[in-house]
């Protein structure tokens, strides 16, 4: 019995093993869940990157009482909350991807990915923290 008379089609052939492909998982055992969820951060980002720059050129030249008045308003505060997490996933499974690519010694990759998620975190807590404190007024 050929190859073809057992797999199908030529077409059809795939280098996955029966198993992967009934799991539906790439080499690294974890599918595709990071592609999408980097393209969704993507998706979200395009969209909300008109709005974000509208916020930013109405604050630019303002004093810094004016700046915290606009920054301050509920649908500007949500615009940017939801820019902000957009961005720090979208940052930390781009650099996972290039970590997990380009480091080859396990130790220094578990440290690497271990700091870029502390990193992404801090740097959206802190954004986070930010548009809160200005959102409250204090």
């Given amino acids: 019995m050929s190859y073809i008379e ?3 089609s030529p077409k059809g052939r ?3 093993t029966p198993l992967g492909r009934v799991r539906n998982l790439g080499s690294a055992h974890s599918g595709t869940k990071d592609f999408w969820r980097q393209r969704i951060t993507g998706v979200a980002m395009t969209l ?3 709005p ?3 916020v930013i050129m109405t604050v630019i030249g303002r004093n810094q009482a004016g700046a915290a008045q606009i920054l301050g ?3 500007i505060a949500v615009i940017l909350l939801l820019f902000i997490i957009a961005s720090a ?4 499974i781009g650099m996972q991807v290039v970590i997990e690519d380009y480091v080859h010694n396990e130790k220094l990759k578990l440290a690497s990915i271990m700091a870029n998620n502390f990193f992404s975190f801090a740097v959206a807590l802190a954004s986070i923290y930010a548009i809160f404190k ?3 007024g204090v």
């Avoid at 996933?89 to 930390?92: F, G, P």
Wanted: aromatic share 4%; charged share 10%; glycine share 4%.
């Fill in 6 to 8: 057992s797999h199908g």
């Fill in 14 to 16: 795939s280098m996955r």
């Fill in 48 to 50: 909300l990157i008109l």
């Fill in 52 to 54: 974000v720059l509208v």
């Fill in 73 to 75: 308003s509920l649908p």
């Fill in 89 to 92: 996933w979208h940052m930390k």
């Fill in 134 to 136: 200005l959102s409250s």
